[in-house]
């Protein structure tokens, strides 16, 4: 699935597309016809990202939320128009460019009241401006939960997906089975920092960067990360262990991520 990065460097880039522009939409592959007819014409407002949710602001007061799980994609090519690849949910034509995307989980047209139930919803979101991130450590606070499985819970805080969490929490020495309500306020505040600095360099670079002074990538994998689906820490030469929380993996070095929080 995307992390948050992903999803706001699309809206940056998108916005940059299609601000003020009559958008031509369609479904080409027919499950959003009804969706597309509706919108197909009118003007974008704006294009932004709460956590995970990308959201199309049009002229006439409709708003189309995309989510893509963990299998939609999003392809971008310029004008001529080409024949879709594969089973494209949803086809934007701008002035000079193309977006589709294949294979949201949801792909819906929204009221203005709709959109404000679904971002109230969504916790505070480590890229926004407008996010607050004592809404999260209120929650965080009061939970017994293990504090790897709430960063990822989009409800909680947006937009931290499964290779950030390991990575910031061993970045903050942080072991992620610690219960949250042990977490005191300078800790979170430090989870809080550091995942918004990892994300606005993921949305610069495009790319998963939490190495410090990473050189730049010549391959096609782009990800430059310190302990995850990795077998030995970079810090303390120790090994790495693997384990599932909430059904998804992730990675700790026992040596630096004390399962007792010095506070």
Not at 83 to 105: L, Q, S
Not at 159 to 175: A, P
Request: aromatic letters at 6%; one cysteine or more.
């Amino acid at each position: 699935m995307p992390e948050g990065h992903t999803i706001h460097r699309a809206a940056r880039d998108h916005h940059k597309l299609f601000n003020g522009q009559q958008i031509f939409i369609s479904s080409p592959q027919g499950r959003f016809t009804d969706g597309a007819s509706l919108l197909d014409g009118q003007i974008c407002l704006s294009v932004e990202a709460f956590g995970k949710h990308l959201i199309y602001n049009f002229d006439q007061g409709d708003v189309l939320h995309i989510h893509l799980g963990l299998f939609g994609r999003i392809r971008k090519s310029k004008l001529p128009v080409a024949e879709p690849r594969g089973a494209v949910r949803v086809r934007f034509i701008g002035k000079t460019h193309v977006i589709d995307i294949n294979g949201p989980t949801i792909c819906r047209v929204l009221t203005k009241q709709e959109l404000l139930t679904l971002i109230n919803r969504i916790g505070p979101d480590v890229l926004r401006s407008d996010a607050d991130p004592d809404l999260a450590f209120k929650k965080i606070s009061k939970s017994r939960s293990p504090i790897g499985r709430l960063i990822m819970d989009q409800s909680v805080i947006a937009g931290i997906g499964n290779i950030y969490r390991s990575e910031i929490l061993w970045r903050q020495e942080i072991h992620p089975e610690i219960p949250g309500r042990e977490i005191d306020k300078p800790t979170f505040d430090r989870i809080w920092e550091d995942a918004k600095i990892l994300l606005e360099i993921g949305v610069k670079k495009n790319a998963i960067v939490t190495v410090k002074n990473a050189p730049s990538s010549k391959t096609r994998y782009r990800e430059r990360v310190n302990i995850f689906a990795k077998d030995t820490c970079p810090r303390c030469s120790g090994s790495i262990r693997g384990f599932e929380i909430s059904g998804r993996r992730t990675y700790v070095c026992e040596n630096c991520q004390p399962r007792y929080l010095n506070q």
